[in-house]
């Protein structure tokens, strides 16, 4: 999908899901050796609390930016970089919704923990039947997703991840 200014829009350099949002884990373990420069939290309740938008920023190392924003302003970026900001959303349907209104991928799974209705697939992804229906439409969308908890642990495409159905039977 093309930004307003009718050219393509740029990656990312991680975009992914993160109960947590921004961590010691995604800080240091994927920003340290991905050079990111910023951090867009698209989190639509969070974007309200001016309290813990100030305790999200003083998580993110020395220099670098932190922007809160609802889900539907991550779409164009929020004014920063895409190419040295890491994009983090909470769950699998903001994700969703981003990558449908022209975020590109891939999409990184690396933070969803215990949830209520979800099982485990991996020691760092939990899923509802509900949101592997959903991740599966958007792989058969032609959207591309894997888990990977960090950058030196091995990637898994959904269709390599112990387990998952995409919403069917298992």
């Known amino acids: 999908m093309s930004a307003p200014d009718g050219l393509p829009r740029r990656a990312f350099l991680l975009f992914r899901v993160d109960d947590r949002l921004l961590h010691g884990q995604v800080a240091l373990g ?3 050796p991905l050079g990111a420069l910023a ?3 698209a989190d639509d309740r969070l974007a309200s609390d001016s309290d813990a938008k100030m305790l999200y920023a003083a ?3 020395p220099g670098c930016v932190v922007r809160v924003v609802p889900v539907a302003e991550a779409e164009d970026g ?3 970089d895409p190419a040295r900001t890491i994009l983090l959303v909470r769950g699998v349907v903001e994700a969703a919704a981003l990558l449908r209104n022209g975020v590109p991928g891939p999409l990184n799974l690396g933070g969803l923990h215990g949830h209520a209705g979800a099982r485990a697939l991996l020691p ?3 899923l509802t039947v509900v949101e ?3 991740l599966g439409d958007l792989a058969r969308e032609g959207y591309a997703v894997h888990a990977q908890d960090l950058p030196g642990s091995p990637r898994h495409p959904l269709s390599r991840i112990p ?3 995409g919403g069917g039977a298992a």
């Open 30 to 32: 994927w920003g340290g």
């Open 59 to 61: 998580a993110a190392p």
């Open 163 to 165: 387990g998952f159905t």
């Open 78 to 80: 929020a004014g920063l």
């Open 39 to 41: 951090y867009l939290l």
């Open 132 to 134: 592997e229906r959903l």
């Open 124 to 126: 760092y992804l939990y």
